[in-house]
């Protein structure tokens, strides 16, 4: 009587893959999920600090996927750049980018602190707005020039956001445009797709080390769920991610994926 084999079918083999913003959560996720369908994956991490989670991640892919983990952060004016040629140092090339780096500092709209707010702005344009676009622009001039892949991690609070998080749901409402544009602008080009993926709320490290009134705010939305008044797993929104990186997906391009059990509807 033979075995079923329940190994992962390795159908992104030999491809190299740029996550940014994957030392934890759906990142990280996100970077096991590529290596283990057989890419070689760069985790990307902003600071020096995080070199021991990104690390960590890197011991979770199996061996043959030549990954390795990257410093730089994409915040800053240079960053991008620079991430990108170390991974082309490596490589000599790029087939999929996965932008996922952002950050969601919630405040009210009419805090009194101009200074504090101003700061916050600051820096979620930075790293999900420009840290988005600079890193798509330096990717472009080493992409696989066939069945390359772009995928922008959004999230459903761009479309159903809640209380608190403005400025966040429009940097991430901006990188939906982004993949707009862009879907009509490089294919042709590029020989890629681009598509976006908007989780809805997921059960990170980050969210499980919260303050409690933060997933206070956030418990309605997840009891109203449709499919199961849960979270998301990190690993629900890599696998979708993965799927839009296949061949097979090569005539998929422009959507908005939402990944949130319906609390999204497109």
């Known amino acids: 009587m033979s075995s079923t084999s329940t190994s992962t079918p390795l159908t992104l083999r030999g491809k190299v893959a740029l996550v940014s913003g994957s030392s934890t959560g759906i990142g990280a996720a996100i970077a096991q999920e590529l290596a283990k369908r057989g890419a070689s994956v760069v985790i990307n991490f ?3 600090a995080e070199k021991e989670d990104a690390d960590k991640v890197l011991s979770t ?8 983990a990257i410093e730089a952060d994409l915040s800053t004016t240079t960053g991008p750049e620079a991430l990108v040629q170390q991974v082309v140092a490596v490589f000599g090339r790029i087939d999929i980018l996965v932008n996922n780096a952002g950050l969601m500092l919630g405040h009210s709209l009419d805090d009194p602190d101009d200074a504090k707010v101003i700061g916050l702005i600051n820096k979620m344009m930075d790293l999900n707005g420009r840290g988005t676009y600079l890193l ?5 001039k080493h992409l696989s020039n066939q069945n390359s892949r772009i995928v922008n991690i959004t999230s459903g609070s761009s479309r159903t956001p809640g209380v ?3 400025m966040y749901a429009g940097t991430k409402g901006m990188i939906e445009s982004f993949t707009r544009s862009w879907a009509k602008e490089l294919p042709r080009r590029y020989g890629c797709t681009v598509n976006a993926v908007a989780p809805g709320v997921v ?3 980050a969210y499980y080390a919260a303050p409690a009134t933060v997933r206070e705010l956030l418990k309605p939305m997840i009891d109203e769920t449709p499919i ?4 998301a797993r990190p690993e629900e929104i890599a696998w979708a991610t993965a799927m839009l990186c296949e061949e097979g997906a090569g005539w ?8 949130g059990g319906g609390s999204t509807m497109n």
Do not use: D, H, M
């Open 46 to 48: 902003p600071r020096s």
């Open 203 to 205: 059960g990170t490290e």
């Open 228 to 231: 199961a008044p849960r979270v």
């Open 136 to 140: 798509t622009r330096a990717v472009l």
């Open 252 to 259: 998929i391009n422009g959507i908005y994926l939402p990944v």
């Open 164 to 166: 608190g998080v403005s």
């Open 61 to 68: 892919l199996p061996a043959e996927s030549k990954s390795v």
